[in-house]
């Protein structure tokens, strides 16, 4: 553990200490940021003590992203919530979200120390240890996930960037540099255990013992990370952030059930319905979408911000000894279709598709018929099969009906040949939509 003392104090302690950060920095946004005063002025809020403690947040409007974007301009490119003097910030991230345009995060060296701080611990909750070494994938330069690259030098590993794009060059420094870690997101980690396969690579037989994924979802979903395990010979861990509020924001420890709040003191979690904005309960057990809080930041603190992550959480004792919640992401608003008033994650088909291993590859692609969101069953879903395997239609249909037990979901599936789906260095896309 990077910070034991804080990494298992009493949840009920770190509360008491959150309540207090939580009214300071109210405070603090109510002085500097001319969103929030024009925002909780319209709610009758002009100071902490109107809005009361953590306890009461949940009576605050939510914050997002498109309303700080609207107050973006050429002469504010951060927005009306900037709080801190142009002179104090030391690094500026740009994310492009869903939509393509780039938004800006500013940071001040506070903000930035406690972003690495949060992200060593999420990462090192993954079971690296100072003086092992690890191989980065992540072109993370102008993105916010650069600054989870520092978290593994505050974590005393040895560094081996790599970026994306060169899977040669990847696995010649595996193969020579000897990495105890890999860092990846999940669709290249499968990509890469195919690529080695097809090689005849003994990646299972490679100094990597812990894969740690991050980016996207699916890393924490059995069936895929048991395909990832068996495929590298490795552990495989997962963390998760959202580039507005802070990199690596959440890390799963050895026990794989969950992510723990690794930016705990730094971020408080709640949970909504995503379709009401109404406030469920954050207890052991509990879905909804992950609404994020900042409670000592400096630049452009965000309050009860909408992430569009849909997660699971749990609270029970973990037997690592840290006592943050855990999360699983089961998907984004972004990826989600409704077909005839059911939710579907394109990450959680793949998942129920996997478990039809070996002789499904484990690649997915959702082919919706209509435009946007809202389809009418049966949602056609490519299913790749695996090297050798033909396609049959009793395969099909099992498929088919595992996906209405599991998901309650009517598809189609067609399984396409080994290969005919696309691959990913980066992200995967799983969606193919009309437009
Ligand atoms: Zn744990």
Known sequence: MLDPDVETRPWDEQVVLDDGAYRAQLDYLLEHSAFYRDKLGAFGVSSADDAGGLAQIGRLPLTEKGELRETCTPESPFGTHLCAAPGALVRIYSTSGTTGIPSYVPLTAGDLDRWVLGSARSYAASGVVAGERIVSTYNAGPFVAGAA????????????????????????AIGLLRPDAA???????????EWAAERGIDLPGSSVRRVLVAGEPGGGEPAFRSLLEAGWGARVTEAMGIGDIGVSLWGECEAQDGMH??????????????????????????AGELVLTHLRHEAAPLLRFRTRDHVEVRTSPCSCGRTAPRIRCVGRTDDMLIVRGVNVFPSAVREVVGGFAPRVSGSVLLRPRAPGVKQEPPLPVSVELAPGVDADPVLAEAIRDRLRAVLTVQTQPELVPYGSLPRSEYKSNLVQRQV
């Not at 690259?149 to 010649?172: K, M, Q, W, Y």
């Not at 860092?183 to 499968?190: E, N, R």
């Open 261 to 286: 709040l690794g930016a705990r003191g730094h971020v408080h979690a709640e949970l909504i319905d995503p379709d009401t904005g109404v406030v469920r309960s954050f207890r052991d057990g509990a």
């Open 183 to 193: 860092v990846l997101t999940p669709s290249y980690a499968a990509h890469l255990v």
């Open 149 to 172: 690259l520092a978290s593994f030098d505050r974590i005393g590993l040895c560094h081996i960037p790599i970026g994306t794009g060169n899977t040669e060059r990847l696995v010649a």
